[in-house]
């Protein structure tokens, strides 16, 4: 049972347009969800995240928008440059679940922005 | 500071053959993971350590064990190396028991023939 769902799989967009990715959860205990970046040859890196008692979350040209009764969250990426093209992780964690039990990621986008 | 480091970068091993990844972290993080990531499946959660002393199974622990040495390092081992265990390896801390705000190694690239 998939409980994060992330899409599309990948994503062409324009220099300077919006990117978004969109994630889905089904586990009502998650109260913790970030965003993860990820380079070629390299590991994922925390880019943001966000709880559940707000629903936006902005640093810089990167948005989470957070919608908790359709248990929905996105990434939203403005004026998107080529130094963006990467993969990007949506995971979810129930931080009060008794113990660090990770987390649980979506299957990830591949970004591309074309200059 | 060099974070969370992991050994080796690149392995090959031959079905049968059994190796440890080796992973270390700086940053005084009471928890560790370790993740397997696999083309378009995302990152699966092998084994954790909430701290020094515990660990428990994640989403994929079949075929890995591990140890928390101590505070900074915990190892990954595969006994019996499968081809189903060809995959990038990834170790990661955190500074809370809550398993947030994770912070990923580079990886170990693995291949079993």
């Known amino acids: 049972q998939q409980q994060v769902k992330q899409s599309p799989q990948s994503l062409i967009v324009q220099k300077g347009g919006i990117s978004i990715i969109n994630c889905a959860y089904e586990n009502t205990a998650f109260d913790y969800f970030p965003w993860y970046q990820q380079f070629p040859g390299k590991g994922p890196a925390l880019l943001i995240a966000?709880?559940?008692?707000?629903s936006e979350k902005k640093e810089g040209r990167f948005t989470i928008s957070f919608n908790k009764s359709a248990k929905q969250f996105s990434l939203h990426i403005m004026d998107s440059q080529p130094g963006d093209s990467a993969t990007y992780f949506c995971a979810a964690s129930s931080g009060t679940g008794g113990g660090a039990d990770g987390l649980t990621f979506g299957k990830g986008t591949h970004l591309i922005i074309q200059p | 500071n060099a974070g969370v480091t992991q050994t080796p970068k690149f392995q090959v091993l031959k079905t049968g053959q059994s190796m440890t990844l080796q992973c270390a972290q700086d940053?005084?993080?009471?928890?560790m993971y370790w993740y397997r990531q696999d083309p378009g499946m995302g990152l699966r959660l092998i084994y954790y350590s909430a701290s020094e002393g515990t660990t428990d199974k994640g989403e994929v622990p079949n075929g890995y064990n591990v140890s928390r040495l101590n505070k900074r390092e915990f190892s990954l081992r595969l006994e019996s190396a499968a081809p189903s265990q060809t995959s990038v390896y990834f170790c990661a801390s955190s500074p809370s028991l809550s398993g947030l705000a994770q912070y990923f190694g580079p990886g170990t690239r693995l291949t079993v023939l």
């Open positions: 940053m005084n993080h009471n928890s």
């Open positions: 966000i709880r559940p008692d707000v």
